[in-house]
Each structure stands twice: as structure tokens, then as C-alpha cells.
């Protein structure tokens, strides 16, 4: 019966605050704490959604409409596309949707890179893949006509 008030005696008073003296009394492990933790601390981050990431999606994505673009113009002109399938490809929505799949995916990326913290790759995603996109879209544009 006496247990339910017992604990209410043990506990010990709120520490009032510590003097200087306390501090430098305590084990020089937890005075150096503080200075270790800040040496481990990486570069200063960024958001996510800063200016440059917004630059190069936005790069991306005009990337990706160029190759909409850049591939009815190849098949108006009786190419064939050799990467994905007629059906797909002649499928305006169905394509529309696979560009904008491909930027979100390259996006996702991205948010991989900058969350474990390899901004660098996080900004490389983007640039290579509008420099790839880029490259196949003035590669369909230059292709000759073929009726
Ligand atoms: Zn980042």
C-alpha cells in the first residue's frame, strides 16, 4: 500500500543552473563532445528545391520535350524509332506520359543523391541526362528524310 506514494519521496530536486566551476569539474570527455561533433559535420547543405536543382529540371524537362518533339518530327519524316516500341511511341498521350515518367525518375534520382548527402551525383543526374537528351534529340532532328 505504501509503494503508490513512495516514489514521489526519491525523486531528486530540479538542478538549478550550472556555475562555470561545475562545468570545468566535469570529465574532460564531455567538454570535448561538443568539438568533436562539429568536426564531423559535413559542408553546409542545401534545400532540396534550391535555385540550381529547379535550373536543371527545368533543363530536364525541355530536354524531355525536345525529344518528344525532336521523335514525331524523325517519324514524320519516315524514320523509325529504334528505342521504344511503335505502339508507344505513336501513342501521343502514352508517350507524352513516358517523358514526363523519365523526368520524375531522373528527379527521384537526384533526391536519393541529396538525401544520403552526394550533392555533386544529385546535380550530375540532371546534367547528364539533359546532355544525353539533348544529344538525341539533335541526333533525330538531323536524320534524314527517308521518302
Ligand atoms: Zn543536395
Request: charged residues 15%; hydrophobic residues 45%.
Amino acid at each position: 500500500m505504501m509503494a503508490a506514494s513512495a516514489p514521489a519521496q526519491n525523486i531528486p530536486p530540479p538542478p538549478g543552473p550550472i556555475s562555470i566551476d561545475e562545468v570545468a569539474a566535469l570529465p574532460a570527455i564531455s567538454r570535448t563532445l561538443p568539438s568533436m561533433a562539429s568536426s564531423k559535420v559535413s559542408p553546409p547543405t542545401h534545400f532540396f528545391w534550391d535555385r540550381e536543382n529547379l535550373l536543371l529540371f527545368a533543363g530536364v524537362g525541355v530536354m524531355r520535350t525536345l525529344d518528344y518533339t525532336s521523335t514525331h518530327n524523325m517519324l514524320r519524316r519516315g524514320r523509325e524509332e529504334l528505342l521504344i516500341p511503335d505502339d508507344v511511341v505513336k501513342n501521343d498521350a502514352g508517350f507524352a506520359a513516358l517523358e514526363a515518367a523519365s523526368s520524375v525518375a531522373s528527379i527521384g534520382v537526384s533526391y536519393i543523391f541529396h538525401h544520403f548527402r552526394h550533392h555533386t551525383m544529385e546535380r550530375w543526374v540532371s546534367i547528364v541526362h539533359i546532355s544525353v537528351a539533348g544529344f538525341g534529340a539533335a541526333h533525330n532532328y538531323a536524320l534524314k528524310t527517308k521518302r
